[in-house]
């Protein structure tokens, strides 16, 4: 079996609409964090189930309708995503713990606004951040991320970049 995953993160209350697109060919949507608005995951819900965690930004009610952390097995695939995470080898406080402790295959996360994707040899796993795919933030471009998990492996990756981030008007 394979699954199909859309990555995505900070999005802060903007879901610009060609996601829908790149999501309908996918089994699954993450997003790692920073939501802004329950219309975003509402809006993706509709179209695929979806894994998501909160960010710095979300207020309250976001936070309890999410978890600050998940770690799960799909298709043999150890999956650990959080939004603040930090990249390889300078994680933020308390993942390189974490990492240890769950021993994860991939490591996502989002916050940064920066697209990464990287391959940590101390502790073996490849980590993801799929940068912002809203308008808010210092990132010039919208990007996200498509791949493939199948026995045990991510693959398949593709770098999405929607193009330029729109103006706060939009």
């Given at each position: 079996?394979?699954?199909?995953?859309?990555?995505?993160?900070?999005?802060?209350?903007?879901?610009?609409?060609?996601?829908?697109?790149?999501a309908?060919?996918?089994?699954?949507?993450?997003?790692?964090?920073?939501?802004?608005?329950?219309?975003?995951?509402?809006?993706?819900?509709?179209?695929?189930?979806?894994?998501?965690?909160?960010?710095?930004?979300?207020?309250?009610?976001?936070?309890?309708?999410?978890?600050?952390?998940?770690?799960?097995?799909?298709?043999?695939?150890?999956?650990?995503?959080?939004?603040?995470?930090?990249?390889?080898?300078?994680?933020?406080?308390?993942?390189?713990?974490?990492?240890?402790?769950?021993?994860?295959?991939?490591?996502?996360?989002?916050?940064?606004?920066?697209?990464?994707?990287?391959?940590?040899?101390?502790?073996?796993?490849?980590?993801m951040?799929?940068?912002?795919?809203?308008?808010?933030?210092?990132?010039?471009?919208?990007?996200?991320?498509?791949?493939?998990?199948a026995?045990?492996?991510?693959?398949?990756?593709?770098?999405?970049?929607?193009?330029?981030?729109?103006?706060?008007?939009?």
């Amino acid at each position: 079996m394979m699954k199909k995953i859309l990555l995505l993160s900070d999005t802060h209350s903007f879901l610009d609409p060609r996601v829908l697109g790149y999501a309908e060919p996918v089994d699954e949507i993450w997003h790692a964090g920073d939501i802004g608005a329950f219309e975003v995951t509402d809006a993706l819900e509709k179209i695929k189930p979806l894994r998501v965690v909160y960010g710095n930004i979300d207020n309250a009610r976001i936070r309890s309708q999410f978890d600050e952390s998940l770690f799960f097995t799909i298709e043999g695939l150890r999956v650990f995503m959080t939004h603040i995470g930090g990249k390889p080898p300078r994680y933020a406080k308390g993942i390189k713990e974490k990492l240890a402790h769950l021993n994860p295959d991939l490591f996502i996360c989002g916050h940064s606004h920066i697209l990464k994707v990287a391959y940590d040899k101390k502790h073996e796993l490849l980590f993801m951040n799929p940068g912002a795919a809203g308008k808010h933030g210092f990132h010039k471009k919208q990007t996200m991320i498509r791949f493939e998990i199948a026995a045990g492996k991510a693959q398949n990756l593709v770098v999405i970049e929607l193009g330029d981030k729109p103006g706060k008007d939009l």
